[in-house]
């Protein structure tokens, strides 16, 4: 009678493991694409790095993109579906108005390359093209190159209502931050390992304005913002400049996807508050130094996170498909 009910206590924690941890390492594998498409990789890494020479913005762009999607409704290309009279999609929301659309153009080059090829047409899910492009941009940019988990369906559904909630915003303090990348089985460390996204990315002035002019009632600066850094901001971001303005995250190597992200956080220099409170807190401290110090520690950190990252709310048999167009559903 104890085995039973032990058996049966099994059965309902593994039930609910599987209702509530958003990663599902079992529905991935490396080399998933073998025997239908075995040169999928190159084909995208060769679209990839064509896109990358018309434009550096494929980089951050499609790194973003990859995010956005996989913090709403899971790594199921949902972000890249275009709006309709009857629906408004999630790249309409206004969180992610601001996704650059060379990260789309990206994954529908990308796309497109691999339908062409013999024997790969329709074989390969767009929420795939986009992991893998992901990963080749961080490559391109200097950054590591790993072996990518593949066998993700593209999803059935794309709102902007499913958005608001699901994705950081630059006001987070560390315990929001942390309490939405675990919401989606990711730790604190992977937080700010996947947060170095921004040594290669860009922001607007309306997004971070606040901070170097109307802080609080009685600060108008941010103090934890280095005072030089401030001053640079306010030149770029006169409180009359258009608020669209791209400004770099990382003001020391805006075009290599690198540690220095670490070392602008110890030096005062994290564009968001929050990027500057991955330092400014001492519960994270510790690990921002060891990365601004450890290239290769870091790049161990971000490549896992990145893995688990595309884990998340993977689609697998009637829960999706493969786009014949990555943003239109298939009819």
Known sequence: MGLQVFDIMLVWLT??????????????????????????????????????????????GTLRLFFHDCFVQ???????????????????NPINLSLA???????????????????????????DILAMAARDVVALAGGPSYAVELGRLDGLSSTSSSVSGNLPLPTFNLN???????????????????????????????????????????????????????????????????PTIAINMDPITPRKFDNVYYQDLQQGKGLFSSDQILYSDSRSRSTVNLWASNSAAFEK????????????????????????????FNS
């Not at 490396?30 to 025997?35: H, L, T, W």
């Open 15 to 60: 039930l609910l493991n599987l209702c509530f941890f958003p990663n599902k390492a079992s529905a991935l594998q490396q080399n998933y694409y073998a025997k239908t498409c075995p040169n999928v990789e190159s084909i995208v890494r060769g679209a990839v790095t064509q896109k990358f020479k018309e434009t550096f913005v494929t980089v951050p």
């Open 74 to 92: 899971g790594c199921d290309a949902s972000v890249i579906i275009a709006s309709t009279s009857s629906n408004t999609a999630e790249k309409d």
């Open 101 to 127: 659309g060379d990260g789309f153009d990206t994954v529908i080059k990308a796309k497109a390359a691999v339908d062409k090829t013999s024997g790969c047409t329709n074989k390969v899910s767009c929420a």
């Open 176 to 242: 929001q931050l942390t309490s939405l990348f675990s919401s989606n089985g990711l730790s604190q460390q992977d937080m700010i390992a996947l947060s170095a996204a921004h040594t290669v990315g860009f922001s607007h002035c309306n997004q971070f304005s606040n901070r170097i002019y109307n802080y609080t009632a009685k600060t108008k600066v941010d103090p934890t913002i280095n005072t030089t850094y401030v001053g640079e901001l306010q030149s770029m971001c006169p409180t009359n400049v258009d």
């Open 301 to 328: 950190a971000f490549v896992a996170a990145m893995t688990k990252l595309g884990r998340v709310g993977v689609k697998t048999g009637s829960q999706g498909n493969i786009r014949r167009d990555c943003s239109v």
